[in-house]
């Protein structure tokens, strides 16, 4: 009897992270506009966006001009944020095609641990990476699993949500317009 709990009980808890699983780029395929990253990200663009704590209380909101370049199939995202409470803040971004993938890719930034992993599919992109978070004068590794979806071809929107060894602590939501 007992091996038949444990059973049940492996079987309920694989069906609950299975319904708990989210969608994957390949979601996305069909979607349009496809989304094409040298061709969006290339210019200025300006985003609008804000901080959400894990409860959904807004903490901080903030305004992001991102001047994007592109070298062959390098693109440089070189973003200025300033922040509600008047902090500024800038983050340069690398980004190339993983070759032989199509659709994936890889980006560095000074602040991110390793690279960050991407899929564009559709009028979709997915990316995921960890990085060091300034938070009251600790820092800390903070894991993003961040979508941007292309509305037309001068809106993008983009939810970032964060976590800290696994727990959700907060959300970030940006949208993006080309100038």
């Given amino acids: 009897m007992n091996l038949v709990r444990t059973l049940f009980a492996a079987v309920l808890a694989l ?45 901080r909101r903030f305004v992001v001009t991102i001047q994007a370049t592109w070298q062959g199939d390098t693109g440089t995202l070189d973003e200025d944020f300033v922040w509600s409470d008047g902090q500024r803040e800038r983050r340069v971004w690398t980004l190339k095609p993983i070759p032989g993938e199509p659709g994936r890719w890889r980006g560095t930034a000074a602040d ?30 903070v894991a993003f699993d961040d979508w941007m979806f292309l509305i037309d071809r001068e809106v993008m929107l983009n939810r970032a949500v964060m976590s800290f060894w696994g727990v959700r602590v907060g959300e970030v939501l940006i949208s993006f317009r080309k100038s």
């Fill in 112 to 141: 991110v641990i390793g690279e960050a992993q991407g899929m564009v599919s559709g009028n979709s992109l997915n990316w995921t990476y960890r990085m060091k978070l300034p938070v009251d004068g600790r820092t800390y590794e």
């Fill in 15 to 59: 069906a609950f992270l299975v319904a708990c699983a989210g969608p994957t780029p390949a979601t996305y395929a069909s979607q349009e506009p496809k989304l094409d990253l040298s061709q969006y990200f290339d210019g200025k663009l300006i985003g609008h966006g804000l901080f959400m704590d894990r409860s959904g209380e807004v903490k």
